[in-house]
């Protein structure tokens, strides 16, 4: 691009480094056997560019000029020298003589995503060329550290440095585009004398500047410390790994001092027999060691040939044998385990290698005293070396058995133990204080064949572990009331109850968010943790695992999801495309939440609460709507449509997103066409296909059909099929499901929990009965939604249809609260047709004292209510 000059600021001092005692310079360390330099310059490579500038420090410019020199792989190289490491609106400042296009890209050298990062700003950049800039943004978990940004209206307004209180949780990145002109005049008089500067990009903010951002949820690692080597190493490899190979001392025990204090103990021997004194022996013996370690003595024998050097100097030759027990001994009695060690090791599925500098006998000796031995496939000492490390002949048996990237070496000594194998394309790990061991407990997760669901009677979780049983995995779950509509036809057992005692031979628990939010100390969760039991929710197990290689369609929305999945689902069986499909509701046809298909079609529910839609990736997303709704999580319509954004986000790359005729929705995606936050997928309106002849009651449910038949034409599918399939179509529990009758009155269930659905749903009844009396029992759902809500539902209420309304008390589910109050307070404002009745079983009794008088009745919510017509069946 000729408008853009490319940038790489390499001019750091990697001062975090230090603790690796080695003279290459951070950017230039290898990773998986290529330097972190030049993946940044393969990703610029690859986006088209042909010419890129390395601003680079003046005392490190040789290591970085001498590898890449002028061009690299076709790429023509710049270098632009500094002389300090000030930060990048320094080094920016430093070199801005030299930017003479009207744009320029910046790259941290240092930066590494497992997303080009390079080409995808610029493919934004060039859908918006009047830009004033654009900032890669990621989300933080701790806003303080980082330097965040502030929005406005779709924009950036500003980048605040490390806030106290932050704007938001979205971090800038070390990758942007600026307008040239734009920065050189908002730094015009600023001085660069400290680190401490502000983001390049606030410069220019301060200015007015109109910069858009591209938020980025993929995986990112700032080498900037030496346990970042290891996270590098492990973001940039798709290569499982399947060995790891320790080194010893300092790695797994505590040798630091302890060799000293043994040849101390060793050499009271000879001092007793020679009667000189220890620490004068000791101090003769280090200068034997430094004159042995100068010959052509192996390395692996140096302490025997020094001890018996100073024993021939004192003509005591034969107290060799005991003086080296002695020191074995002294260093096996003082070993202690690093860290979690103990723990770790048995949890790693991986194989195990030892990779010392002992001879064979002390390396397993010292194995045995810290109880590791039997964690070993394989141990590698000097004895077979013939040599001390960093020799290579350490590691060539390792390679002759698995690929260079299939191994992670673990080591105290960078020089040691893992530049040479980072050098020929490993992972490493490097052990900067005991605490790095850690890392090490991302390699446990093996392969996962039993998993234990709580909350498994649920809607979700029920049809979860339906499909996770017939894809092969060994399911047991618990719940604390196991029997639900959900659960009749699930061949799994259902415990009753949480117990840490289900916990036996599960390799991943999966939860509900309800558990943890109402019982965050949950005594099974807490036991898993304890064991290192992966913990997810039964969400991030559908998208993670189940739908793993799937061609996965997703329905949001506030209302009408369960009826459209369930709509998509059956046009795709009737097309012959046999999909896995998980509804949160019971779908009449089937009576049953889920089925399971042979196919790579994954059909589900993706529901925005808690944010549980953003564990799946969909190939094709239907977002019916945007409303408003779980007051509790969500605290404004603002953050409903931040939420939704991140999901669009979410779509898989050549993905569709079907949208309805919500005009937030519509407002949304304008928006982030401004904001470009991720994902670009081709944008389908829900097509009118006219008056479609449905089964299911309610003109509303059009909507739901049209968007199946706009699936289905993405998919190919023959639209007459599908209309015949809609037209059968029996609906889905709890969705004005009729039940039945008793004594001449119908009965009508539905989970209608908002006041838009709310009245649309009894006016729905109502046109089809319009000449009989039409009662509804409608049980309010949570504190939080009819508080927050409250004027919408006694609007929709009082102008509904309904002829007669009997209001139970507030059914809590996750809440707490007065029941009664605040239905007393709804059924005072809807007004004389309406009556509060008290509990389900009250209104049941209630009902049955006044049956003849009822015609229809329409049971309402998301709670108990559904069990009103079984009660009076009773």
Known sequence: MNNLTVLILAAGEGTRMTSLKTDTFKVMLPILGKPVLEYLLQNIANSGIKKVTIVVLEKTANQITAYFKNKWQGLEIDYIQIKQALGPSYALNEVKSHIKTPYFLVQYADSLANENLT?????????????????????????????????????????????????????????????????????AGEKFIHKN????AQYMLKKGAKIIGYFFDGKRVDVGKPEDLFNASMLLSDTPTKCVAFDADNTLYNTAQISNIADVEALKILSKEVKTDTEELFREWQAIVEIVKNSKTPQKRIRKYSYGMILEKYKKPDLLKKMYEVFRKTVTQNLKPIGEIQKILPRLPQKKILVTEDERELAVAKLKAVK??????QIISSTETETMKPAEIFYEQIFKKYKPQEVLFVGDDYKKDLEIPSKIGS??????????????????QKEI?????????????????????????????????PDSTYTKNLNIKIMEGHASSHLKNVDLLVTSPAIE???????????????????????????????????????????????????????????GLDPTCEIGARVLKWQNNFRVGKSKYYVCESDEYNNNFLNYHPNIAVILNVEWDHPDFFKSQESVLTSYAKFIDNIKSNGSLIIGFDPKLQQLLKSKILTDTGSDPKIVQINDFGKLNLSVIGDFRQENANAALTVAQVLGI?????????????????????????????FYDDYAVQPYTVLKTINALKEKFPKSKLTLVFEPHTFSRIETFFKDFKKALKNSGADQILITEVYPARE????????????????????????????????????????IILSMGAGDSYKLFDLLKK
């Open 449 to 481: 064949k039993n998993v234990h669901i709580m909350g498994a009677a649920g809607a979700g979780a029920s049809a979860v572990a339906g499909i996770a049983q017939a894809y092969g995995y060994k399911v047991s779950a618990c719940d604390l009331k």
């Open 119 to 187: 080409k995808k700003l610029i493919e934004i950049f060039k859908k918006n060329p009047t830009t004033d800039g654009i900032l890669a943004v990621r989300e933080v978990d701790d806003p303080a550290r980082y330097g965040i940004v502030e929005y406005k209206k779709g924009r950036i307004a500003q980048v605040v440095e490390k806030p106290t209180n932050p704007p938001s949780n979205h971090a800038v990145m070390g990758t942007f585009i600026l307008k040239t002109e734009l920065f050189k005049k908002s730094i």
């Open 372 to 377: 590791l031995l039997e964690f070993f496939d």
């Open 816 to 855: 707490q609260g007065n029941r009664e109050t605040l239905s007393r307070k709804l059924v005072k404002k809807v007004g004389s047709k309406a009556k509060y009745t008290g509990s389900v079983q009250g209104t049941a009794r209630y009902v049955k004292s006044h049956l003849k008088s009822f015609e």
């Open 718 to 746: 023959n639209i007459k099929l599908a209309k015949k399939t809609l037209s059968k179509f029996k609906g889905v529990a709890r969705r004005l499901e009729y039940k039945g009758e008793i004594n001449g009155v119908k």
């Open 517 to 575: 939010k109402l019982d965050p100390k949950n005594s099974e969760i807490m036991k898993a943790k304890k064991k290192d039991i992966p913990v997810i929710s039964w969400q991030e197990f559908q998208g993670k695992y189940l739908q793993k290689d799937k061609f996965v369609i997703t329905v949001a929305g506030a209302y009408g999801k369960s009826t459209t999945t369930s709509m998509i689902a059956q046009v795709l069986i009737d097309a």
């Open 427 to 444: 992972k490493i790990l490097f052990l900067e204080n005991e605490n790095s061991l850690d890392k090490l407990k991302t390699l446990f």
């Open 197 to 200: 500067q502000l983001f390049p």
